[in-house]
C-alpha cells in the first residue's frame, strides 16, 4: 500500500463535548496531521492525504473558516523543517484563490522548496471538492483539444498523485462528502465511530493490519 487518505470529522464534535469552543477543536485536530502522517510512513505508506476543509465547508461561519486557514498557515510554518529535514513533498489541493495573499505565500514557498521530493509526500486538501476537481480537468482538456478520456482526466486532476489505496473518515458518518470522488473508485473505505482528534497510532496500526493483505482486482478476474 502506498497512499492512505484521511477524511477529518469531528473537531467541532469534540470540542462541543467538552465545553470548548469549535476553534479549539480544529486546533486540536490540526496538531494531529504530522503526527499522523508519521505513523503512516513509520507502516510504509508514502503519500498521506488530508481532508481539512471542503468546498461546502466553506459557507460556514467567516470566523470559522477564518481560524482554520489561519491554522493551515501556522501548521505549514510549524513543520516547515520537517518537511525540508525529512525530504517530505508538500501540496495543497483545491481552489486556493479566496485566501489571504499571506496565506498563499506560505503554501506557495512551502510547495516550490520541497517540490523536488519524492521519498514521501503530504497533500492538504483546502476548500476541495471532487466534484469541482473532475469538472475542472474537463475543463482543462477541452481549453487544450484534448478528448475526453479517463487518462487526460487523470493528467488534469488536482491532485496529480496515485490513487488512494485507503480512505478513512473519522467521526461516525459512512460518506465521502465529495472527497477524491474519481480517485476512490477502488479505494478500500474505512469509517470509524472515534472522532479525528482521538486518532492514534494504534488506530492506524489496526486498520494497517486489516487492510494490508487485500487485493484489488480491478474488475478482472
Not at 509526500?121 to 474537463?138: F, L, R, T
Request: aromatic share 12%; with cysteine.
Amino acid at each position: 500500500m502506498n497512499h492512505i487518505a484521511f477524511i477529518m470529522d469531528g473537531n467541532g464534535r469534540w470540542a462541543t463535548e467538552r465545553g470548548k469552543s469549535r476553534s479549539y477543536g480544529h486546533k486540536i485536530g490540526a496538531s494531529k496531521v504530522y503526527d499522523i502522517f508519521k505513523s503512516c510512513v513509520d507502516l510504509g505508506f508514502k503519500t498521506v492525504s488530508f481532508f481539512a476543509m471542503s468546498s461546502e465547508n466553506m459557507s460556514r461561519p467567516n470566523s470559522e473558516i477564518k481560524n482554520i486557514s489561519s491554522l493551515l498557515e501556522f501548521s505549514i510554518n510549524n513543520h516547515y523543517q520537517d518537511l525540508i529535514k525529512n525530504k517530505i513533498k508538500f501540496n495543497v489541493i483545491g481552489d486556493t484563490k479566496s485566501l489571504p495573499i499571506n496565506i498563499k505565500q506560505t503554501i506557495t514557498d512551502a510547495q516550490s522548496s520541497t517540490e523536488k521530493f519524492s521519498k514521501y509526500q503530504m497533500n492538504i486538501a483546502y476548500n476541495y471538492g471532487g466534484k469541482w476537481d473532475i469538472i475542472n480537468a474537463v475543463n482543462h482538456a477541452i481549453d487544450n483539444n484534448e478528448d475526453i478520456t479517463p487518462d487526460v482526466i487523470d493528467k488534469y486532476l488536482s491532485t496529480k498523485l496515485d490513487y488512494p489505496d485507503l480512505i478513512v473518515r473519522t467521526g461516525g458518518y459512512k460518506r465521502l462528502s465529495n472527497f477524491m470522488l474519481w480517485q476512490a473508485a477502488y479505494s478500500e473505505l474505512v469509517f470509524l465511530d472515534i472522532l479525528w482528534p482521538d486518532l492514534t497510532k494504534e488506530h492506524i496500526q489496526l486498520i494497517f493490519n486489516q487492510h494490508v493483505n487485500t487485493k484489488r482486482k480491478f474488475g478482472i478476474v
